[in-house]
């Protein structure tokens, strides 16, 4: 199966500030690749797909990246309610994997 | 208003059984594939099983295949997951999700989960 591993585990930050979470594939997921935010208590909230579409309702300042077996996600300007744990996932090959989340947090 | 409502959700014994129901609303549940996605608690997001939107594709990760079976009645707008010979690494929030489009990974609603704790 294709393992995810995401950079930084956790990402101790500022509002304001930028935050850049990286997402590398063990082998190629060309550009399926998708983003999830998770806040406490909640269920995900679908962020990126394919690489680089924002989903529906999803602000500008999240920006997605690559392909390949390198990915990222930037949050351009944190604001207060960015800071959760964040999660890729693959759908290039069977099963569908995800990556062991990055948590951005208030530094 | 998309909801989906997960219940079934308990503490089993190991080795014992349960199945888990997703209740869709607020779209044609029939036109989207689904999936189940299961958190441990403390722990990130695995994803479980997905059934495209007729059932009668079926995808399992390699951890619950040949215990697990995802089916879904579309005249009931309702996906199950039967989880057999359960084990305690199965203790988990069980999550049904939307699919956006087809079986794309792109989960575009999610419950609010459902516990299931394998203890003895």
């Known amino acids: 199966e294709i393992v995810l591993t995401q950079s930084p585990a956790t990402l101790s930050l500022s509002p304001g500030e930028r935050a850049t979470l990286s997402c590398r594939a063990s082998q190629s997921v060309s550009s399926y690749l998708t983003w999830y935010q998770q806040k406490p208590g909640q269920a995900p909230r679908l962020l990126i797909y394919?690489?680089?579409n924002r989903a529906t309702g999803i602000p500008a300042r999240f920006s997605g990246s690559g392909s390949g077996t390198d990915f990222t996600l930037t949050i351009s300007s944190l604001e207060p309610e960015d800071f959760a744990v964040y999660y890729c996932q693959q759908r290039s090959n069977w099963p569908w994997t995800f990556g062991q989340g990055t948590k951005v947090e208030i530094k | 208003e998309v909801q989906l409502l997960e219940s079934g959700g308990a503490l089993v014994q190991p080795g014992g059984s349960l199945r888990l129901s997703c209740a869709a609303s607020g779209f044609t549940f029939s036109s989207y594939a689904m999936t189940w996605v299961r958190q441990a608690p403390g722990k990130g997001l695995e994803w479980v099983s997905a059934?495209?939107?007729?059932?009668?594709?079926?995808y399992y990760a390699d951890s619950v295949k040949g215990r697990f079976t995802i089916s879904r009645d579309n005249s009931k707008n309702t996906l199950y997951l039967q989880m057999n010979s359960l084990r305690a690494e199965d203790t988990a929030v069980y999550y049904c999700a939307k699919d956006a489009i087809a079986v794309a990974a792109r989960f575009d609603y999610w419950g609010q989960g459902t516990l299931v704790t394998v203890s003895s």
């Open positions: 394919d690489a680089s």
């Open positions: 059934i495209n939107n007729g059932g009668g594709s079926t």
